[in-house]
């Protein structure tokens, strides 16, 4: 696989960025199998800051031909170096038409594990919650709702997601939301995200940050997760651009300082590093490639 020329460039500039950003002794990159895994070594520096352990990767990135060879494609994406699987309920549901021990046993023998699942949380959670702790997940992440007309239905959201909470720490997972966009436009002067931070059972109710969705809206997603600390405990890795409209693209050649934002959202208590990508600027096996290698220069054990 030939990775472009555009991407190096920008990757190359990144990896200086980081040098001094996260300042580390002692640690180069992580080793990683598969095409596209020489990334550029970020230099020594003297003080450790808090490490990115390893990353995964939401399946719905491979929606396009993950369907016609789940196994093949599970196998692609551990060769390429991702550590964690983030499925999704897809067309053959969120085991790809595995039992979830089965599932579970497959992704283990590929050096992965998967810790997390998109699902629709409104029907059968009992039964989802408990098909997930027997994959070994550790959480079931309801992943849209939509924007809501008030702050008032906002609040019945934050009721409700803790009942479901409630429900799955009863099957052994715990229960959490993704946001998008509109999670963070204002509603009666309110940021409709916080009002869910804010209203929510911390017990029953966690988070995943979409640090796209964040961007987007302009809203300061430093600030936020330091504000937040310890709500989120994953994070949704993509970056994007804004022209001829917005969509993401491959890690490194959009608008996100990652090597920053990252170490904001492990010092935050973010442990889950979820890549997702839903726009391809090239073939999508490909950015996925561009995308583990990016992440290799972000991978630090201190």
């Known amino acids: 696989m030939t990775l472009n020329r555009r991407f190096f460039l920008k990757s190359a500039s990144y990896a200086a960025a980081c040098s001094l950003v996260w300042s580390l002794s002692g640690c180069g990159t ?36 993950i369907g016609a060879d789940p196994k093949g494609v599970l196998k692609q994406i551990a060769d390429l170096g991702y550590k964690k699987i983030e499925s999704y309920q897809g067309d053959q549901g969120i085991f790809w038409g595995m039992s979830p021990t089965a599932f579970k046993a497959y992704v283990e023998e590929l050096g992965m594990t998967i810790v997390s699942t998109h699902a629709d949380t409104t029907k059968d959670l009992e039964k989802t919650a408990a098909q997930a702790a027997e994959a070994g997940l550790s959480y079931v992440l ?116 990652y090597p920053s934002l990252l170490k904001v959202a492990s010092e935050s208590g973010i442990s889950q590093f979820i890549v997702e990508q839903e726009n391809y600027p090239s073939p999508v096996m490909e950015c996925i490639a561009n995308d583990a290698v990016y992440m290799k220069q972000l991978v630090f054990k201190a």
């Open 142 to 257: 309801q992943p849209y709702i939509g924007p809501q007309k008030s702050v008032d239905e906002w609040k019945k959201r934050c009721d409700e997601f803790n009942k479901r909470g409630e429900i799955c720490k009863k099957a052994g997972v715990k229960f959490g939301y993704h946001n998008h966009d509109y999670s963070f436009k204002p509603i009666d002067g309110l940021i409709s995200q916080e009002i869910m931070l804010d209203n929510t059972d911390p017990s029953l109710v966690v988070f995943e940050l979409d640090l796209m969705w964040i961007q987007v809206p302009e809203v300061d997603a430093a600030a936020h997760l330091k504000k937040y600390a310890g709500r989120y405990e994953l994070c949704h890795i993509k970056d994007f651009v804004r022209e001829p409209e917005v969509a993401s693209t491959d890690l490194g050649l959009g608008l996100s300082d």
């Open 30 to 65: 992580k080793e990683g199998s598969g095409e596209g895994s020489d990334s550029t070594a970020l230099s020594a520096g003297n003080e450790l800051v808090p490490s990115i352990p390893d990353f995964g990767l939401q399946l719905y990135s491979v929606r396009d031909v």
